[in-house]
């Protein structure tokens, strides 16, 4: 049977959904084409970022997060607990059931929108007549045309050469989220933010957590400042990281995942995990797309190859999300679907990637948005900058977490922001406001002249505002 839509989005993950249903909302009739399964067979809309990415990390992570305030710092409070014990089984129980949600309420903005939902993995057939045939591949094939259509394929997880992933004990983010026992001795190959995210997890649940990262420095896109400051908190928590190493041979045995790797130091190493977590960034998923019968270029690396507005090189063909240029994260996809919807419909689309703020979800959480000091070094511009510590913060000493600051990077002359960053309590909430503020072309005074509710965690916002010109109040 054949179906003839205005637009048909390839992939149902944060970019391609919201895509869907920004083209609807502007009137046009949508398609969105996802093969996604839960474990009974049926579609599970939301992508890596709902089904083995941001919700459910970010489930377990509250989850541990609960369990280890019950376990060493319920005291300082005046509860007094005995036989705090964690039952994995009903944590992976609530994670489920979150990714369920989610899942369900993507199916109903669907039928709200009026999305037509096909199940099923979508790929070119060919070209004709000024628009393009779609192969659904699933349950029930299905041929589908549209003058317009939007690749959301997203990404996979990179496996390290020569060792592939079996999720029982070498593991990517996917066979990371299903874990079903404490392991003794977690191994991590990456110190980024899937790495970081869920050695957290299992370190508060009582695994002694190893860190082997290839580059020399800690979390390299990160204010240098910041990420010394992030290091040593790890540190102190109990994570072992090991910066500048080569990981060797990786072995199977009936004792875990053996892993040789040579140190900095050039002193040559091994362990041995029970688990061997393998996050060393991730591939676009192009895989099946059949971009052939319609020649879609590709870059060297598996990307879809698009200029500034996500177009194609192929008329009204256009890309987003993981699977083109640009970070890797879900928000961006987002704001890719709703200008490349925008656009179609004849409207100006724009995405701001100098103002896409960044979080990684480990206790101190880290956020920032915009230029670290060292790229404002290495550009030659000058600047100021202004520091304020969760120490000082009145309601940060209430809740009982004091790690971290709050750093402003502004223009020398102007005082424009061009970069604020921050570890500590609920960073990822708090990085909203300089993303508003760096919108309007904000200076450092007009979010220290803003009056903020005491006592907020967000004074200490302002006070690295003050900062910048040497004038806080609280430190």
């Known amino acids: ?204 649940l009582g695994s002694e957590v190893t860190v082997l990262e290839g580059l020399p420095t800690f979390l390299g896109p990160v204010d240098e400042q910041i990420a010394k400051e992030a290091h040593k908190i790890f540190l102190k928590q109990g994570l072992k990281i090991e910066l500048g190493v080569k990981v060797g041979e990786i072995s199977k045995s009936k004792k875990g995942v053996s892993v040789s790797y040579t140190t900095a130091a050039g002193q040559t190493q091994s362990a041995v995990f029970d688990k061997l977590i393998i996050s060393i960034g991730r591939l676009p998923n192009t895989v099946g797309l059949n971009t052939q019968a319609v020649g879609l270029q590709l870059d060297e690396r598996g990307f879809v190859v698009v200029d500034a507005d996500c177009k194609t090189q192929l008329p009204n063909v256009w890309a987003i999300g993981d699977v083109v240029r640009g970070p890797m994260l879900a928000h961006k996809a987002e704001e890719e679907g709703v200008a490349v919807a925008e656009r179609i419909a004849g409207q100006h689309g724009h995405v701001n990637f100098n103002t896409i703020p960044w979080v990684i979800y480990t206790s101190p959480e880290i956020a920032w948005v915009g230029q670290t000091e060292q790229q404002l070094k290495a550009s030659g511009r000058a600047y100021k900058a202004g520091t304020f510590p969760f120490l000082a913060n009145g309601r940060a000493r209430a809740m009982g977490d004091t790690t971290g600051m709050v750093k402003f990077l502004a223009d020398a002359v102007t005082d424009e922001i061009l970069g604020v960053h921050i570890i500590g309590p609920l960073a990822g909430e708090l990085i909203a406001e300089s993303v508003v503020a760096m919108e309007f072309k904000a200076s450092a005074e007009d979010i220290a002249r803003i009056c903020h509710a005491h006592p907020t965690l967000s004074e200490a916002t302002k006070e690295a505002a003050l900062a910048v010109d040497k004038r806080t109040l609280n430190f």
């Open 1 to 204: 049977m054949t179906k003839e839509f205005d637009v048909i989005v390839i992939g149902g993950g944060p970019g391609g959904y919201i895509a869907a249903i920004r083209a609807a909302q502007l009137g046009k009739l949508v398609a969105c084409v996802d093969e996604w399964k839960n474990d009974k067979g049926g579609p599970a809309l939301g992508g890596t970022c709902t089904n083995v990415g941001c919700i459910p990390s970010k489930a377990l992570l509250q989850s541990s997060e609960h369990y280890d305030q019950a376990l060493n710092h319920f005291a300082d409070h005046g509860i007094t607990m005995s036989g705090v014990k964690m039952d994995l089984t009903q944590m992976a129980s609530r994670k489920d059931g979150v990714i369920k949600q989610n899942n369900e309420g993507v199916l109903y903005l669907f039928k709200k929108n009026k999305v037509s939902f096909f199940h099923g993995r979508g790929s070119f057939v060919k070209a004709v007549d000024g628009k393009y045939e779609i192969a659904v591949s699933g349950a029930q094939s299905e041929s589908l045309f549209a003058k317009h259509i939007i690749i959301a394929t997203g990404s996979t997880a990179r496996p390290l050469a020569g060792t592939p992933f079996d999720e029982e004990t070498i593991l990517s983010n996917d066979g990371a989220l299903k874990i079903k026992a404490v392991p003794a001795r977690l191994g991590l190959i990456g110190a980024g933010a899937i790495g970081l995210e869920m050695g957290s997890v299992w370190r508060r």
